[in-house]
């Protein structure tokens, strides 16, 4: 076989042109094809791009929270459907006639007091806010047997205290207090330090 095969090639002649062309086709053939563009299916770019959205409307949020208005406080008295109803007056004389009854307010405040703010809660619960230097007292007084002071926390320690004949219920740590109740038959009365501070400023500062 191989014989005749040599015989047949030895009459075989290639032209310069056919050897050219022979050549570009094998060229052609084992050439390393082209690498197709790389696409992302359809459903995969719509999670990338809803995944950015959620990156910035987080982004939006917490500079919401970073830059809003501060609340307003929740133990100003709330209607049936969570709205503060209070109003502002502009002197004690004014927040008493508006309520219905004399406030008398509070004495020997353990700070120098630099702002008096008076409040009507609910039509009828006075409030006196005292502003100091990084501090603050907040009277209230109210009609009935009930405690008008907003603030249901617990304290470490409750202690009944005798002021000038009434029986002040101060809560605190057992060493300083930061917030006292008491009654005297018609009214409820509150006094609220953001300083806790001893039953000895406490007796001076209710003893009037």
């Known amino acids: 076989m191989w014989t005749a095969y040599r015989d047949i090639m030895e009459h075989v002649s290639v032209t310069e042109d056919m050897r050219r062309r022979i ?16 696409r992302f299916p359809l459903y995969r770019r719509l999670v990338a791009a809803a995944a950015c959205l959620l990156l910035l409307l987080g982004g939006i ?49 353990p700070f120098t ?19 100091g230097d990084g501090t603050s007292a907040v009277y209230r007084k109210t009609p009935g047997q009930t405690d008008p002071s907003g603030d249901y926390g617990s304290y470490a320690a409750v202690l009944q205290w005798d002021i000038s004949g009434l029986t ?30 001893s039953t000895a400023v406490w007796e001076n500062m209710l003893s009037a």
Do not use: C
């Not at 060229?27 to 082209?34: D, F, G, K, L, R």
């Not at 007091?113 to 502003?131: C, K, Q, S």
């Open 61 to 109: 949020l917490a500079a919401g929270r970073v830059f809003s208005s501060p609340e307003v406080p929740s133990d100003l008295g709330n209607v049936g459907n969570g709205i503060p109803s209070f109003t502002e007056v502009s002197s004690l004389q004014e927040l008493s006639q508006t309520v219905g009854f004399p406030v008398e307010g509070l004495s020997h405040i």
């Open 168 to 197: 002040v219920t101060l809560k605190g740590d057992g060493t300083l207090f930061s917030l006292a109740l008491w009654q005297d038959g018609d009214y409820s009365y509150s006094a609220q330090l953001s300083t806790p501070v």
């Open 113 to 131: 007091v630099t702002e008096t703010h008076y409040t009507v809660l609910m039509e009828n619960t006075a409030e006196i806010r005292y502003i």
């Open 23 to 38: 050549l570009t086709r094998l060229e052609e053939n084992t050439s390393v094809p082209a690498r197709p563009a790389i």
